[in-house]
């Protein structure tokens, strides 16, 4: 993990000097997230939009979703009963292996595969040494997943390292953290985290090496209220988190709406990168999945606009200004 902290340090440190001219403005930012990762119709629709659109996006990947039975049925998480899981596990062992080979061809895409863990547990009150157990079963699942599905002879090269030095960033389920997370996720190697929520978009902070960041409240709907970018809280706010496929069109459009409101503030404003996470689940009939198209066909392709990952973002922050210091 050392070397892989070392080249990102290298990395950053070259980047300082490609601060921009006075009179420039920064590239907008746009980050965009997915948390789970596990079904893989929508691994294919996610690629997809991203490679007709120019886009890097960051998937937080749970790692229950790698588990066959025998696995699932030996994980504990932290503080829970052996073979418990609160989003389940792989349907099959198939599932399994569409899901790595659409991991490994996002990660050769230039995407972020990074963790959620496993078993998108609540961590407010777990310490560090949880924090740790739960990330160590992330990296074992990924690192052995071609292994404990068959597949050790069709392992690509490179995968290995990839899962055990190029896991980069974490968002906690629930967007629960405690004091014991930033420690842990120190210790094992990670750059950045991605669990706050923040009054609206915001540099990251900087707390000893990792880079913290944080979904935004946006304002959304007729009377603009604020709500997290992501869309399990616009389907809460929308139609309170019951399927309501009679409304989908009206619920589309007023989350792309919301989001080119808050691209177009900042876009046309100081700049400061637009972050939106979502999940792979299509709430309301994929009305913000459909939004997200939509979004990303629109702004990822304006100039002086880069839709990135998380740590592709973070040298073109540091060229800018120092983020806040945690």
Known sequence: MSRFVSCVSLALTLALPMVAKADEKPKQLVMISFDGAHDNALWTKSREIAARNGAHFTYFLSCTFLMNRAQAKAYQG???RVGKSNVGFAKSEDDVRTRIDNIWGAHLEGHDISSHACGHFDGKGWSAADWKQEFMNARIALRDA???????????????????HGVKGFRAPYLSTSDGLVPAEKDMGFLYDASLVTKGPALPQLVGGLYRFGLPLIPEGPSHRPVIGMDYNLYVRHSKGVED????KTYEDRTFEAFEAAFDKQYNGDRIPLQLGFHFVEMNDGAYWRALDRFVSDVCHRDGVACVSYSEAIPMIATREKPQQG
Not at 245 to 248: D, E, L, R, T
């Open 245 to 248: 496929k009679a409304n989908s």
């Open 146 to 164: 071609w292994k404990n599905v068959g597949l050790a002879d069709k392992e690509p090269q490179g995968w290995q390292d990839f899962a055990t």
């Open 78 to 80: 932290p503080g829970q």
